[in-house]
């Protein structure tokens, strides 16, 4: 989802000397990476009222203003620094489009992936269930897909989220430490057991046969 760190670490090396080319290349770079967690992130009703690519934008702007900043101190790798620039731009977008009262709109949204993110809930369907589904059975993994989402939905926040940010913003448990605060092994744990409660929870939800073991 993200550009390889090495392309990152380059244009960042360039920007601290002084390079506008690179920080222009740096953040078109991340363009279509934001825009991929924006729409996954943005509460679907809300989409309806403001255009994705505008809080993009914003978020660009708003990187532009602190970058140097961060080069001079950079906390944690880029594209989680830009991450968390864009969290909060969702979170102000919620707090001023709240769709629901019954939603906590300092929460980051349970997974509603839209289209284009189909992908991502097949491979995970194919880690709870059969890895090894023929090309005849593409049917079928869809609609594990489908039940693989509405299931992510029923868990908790804390495991919903974490299993978003391993699958759909294909973040690496060390990844996931730093935007948790946790060790790489705490995050790792914790991704397991919202594993196995998905499993779980698939299988009360779904047919024997539909999840082998």
Request: proline fraction near 5%; glycine fraction near 2%; hydrophobic fraction near 40%.
């Amino acid at each position: 989802m993200w550009p390889t760190p090495n392309q990152t670490k380059t244009l960042l090396v360039q920007a601290k000397e002084g390079n506008q080319s690179a920080v222009n290349e740096l953040m078109d770079q991340h363009r279509n990476s934001l825009r991929q967690l924006i729409r996954m992130r943005l509460d679907q009703k809300i989409q309806r009222r403001i255009d994705v690519s505008d809080v993009v934008q914003d978020v660009l702007v708003e990187a532009n203003r602190r970058l140097q900043r961060y080069l001079n101190d950079p906390i944690m790798p880029f594209h989680l620094w830009l991450r968390q620039i864009a969290k909060d731009r969702i979170i102000d977008a919620h707090r001023r489009h709240r769709v629901s009262a019954k939603r906590s709109v300092d929460r980051e949204q349970q997974l509603a992936p839209p289209r284009g993110y189909d992908q991502s809930s097949v491979h995970l369907a194919s880690l709870l269930g059969d890895d090894q589904l023929t090309p005849a059975a593409a049917a079928v993994q869809q609609e594990l897909a489908q039940k693989v989402e509405e299931a992510i939905a029923q868990l908790e926040e804390r495991d919903c989220e974490i299993i978003v940010m391993r699958h759909y913003e294909h973040l690496s448990n060390q990844e996931i430490g730093e935007v948790l605060n946790l060790t790489e092994p705490a995050a790792s744990m914790r991704y397991l057991r919202a594993i196995r409660r998905l499993k779980k929870l698939m299988t009360e939800t779904l047919p024997d046969e539909s999840i082998p073991d």
